[in-house]
């Protein structure tokens, strides 16, 4: 299982979610171009020294990604608050992709469109979303429920 970040727009979030993978073992795949720059140092504050355990991957674009997600398999699992299908009601599997929206905009139609499933968070009736960080770590967690993918090694 892997977490894809399409352009992300906030540095913090990133390292957060690098921690995140490098503390659960899941990798992560950054689709460009970011609203940030990607160095280190600019992720070094959120991701802390985790980002040197993180499995990291960027794309130079949605479809470079695309392609190499074709070539290895897998399904492509948006999370968006347009879904009607809550991530809790999703069976997830090991060769999922994640696949987390800019903060700002979320994803395309035409990136929409590509994904196999769309799950949604459910939320109270007004909120609009939740920080893209924090919404990744909880159905990452749901999917590794499922799939058996925690691990302590």
């Not at 690098?18 to 460009?32: F, H, K, S, T, Y």
């Not at 794309?59 to 070539?71: G, L, N, T, W």
């Amino acid at each position: 299982m892997r977490v894809a970040l399409f352009q992300p727009d906030i540095a913090q979030n990133t390292g957060t979610l690098l921690r995140l993978g490098a503390c659960l073992g899941v990798g992560v795949d950054i689709i460009e171009p970011a609203g940030f720059d990607l160095s280190r140092r600019a992720l070094k504050r959120s991701g802390l020294d985790y980002l040197e355990k993180a499995e990291l991957q960027r794309h130079e674009s949605f479809a470079a990604f695309e392609q190499m997600r074709r070539d290895k398999g897998g399904r492509l699992i948006l999370l968006t608050t347009r879904a009607s299908l809550p991530y809790m009601d999703f069976r997830f599997r090991q060769d999922d992709y994640l696949l987390l929206g800019r903060e700002s905009a979320g994803v395309p139609d035409d990136v929409h469109d590509c994904a196999d499933e769309a799950v949604s968070i459910p939320m109270r009736k007004g909120m609009r979303s939740l920080n893209v960080a924090i919404a990744g770590a909880m159905v990452l967690g749901e999917a590794l429920r499922q799939t058996g993918g925690f691990r302590a090694d």
